[in-house]
């Protein structure tokens, strides 16, 4: 069972994820239901991985990598 302290540093690494999925997003001008359409994911998916309600699943990692036009790590 996770401690309190691996609680919290789970939280922060969603927050900084969701903080840098945020201003990726931002940065190509890209709604919600852009990111749906270029992704295999739905536009409820990325509100919750935005808001860092949830963490995107890590075998899906080159479509976070591809919208922001890197083509391969790291990025």
């Known amino acids: 069972m996770a401690g309190r302290h691996d609680m919290d540093e789970l939280h922060g690494d969603r927050s900084s994820l969701a903080a840098q999925l945020r201003s990726m997003r931002m ?22 991985y935005l808001n860092g309600k949830a963490l ?19 990025c």
């Open 27 to 48: 940065r190509r001008g890209l709604t919600l239901s852009a990111l749906a359409e270029r992704s295999s994911y739905s536009r409820s998916s990325w509100e919750r």
């Open 56 to 74: 995107p699943p890590q075998r899906r990692s080159p479509n976070s990598r591809r919208l922001s036009g890197c083509p391969r790590p790291p």
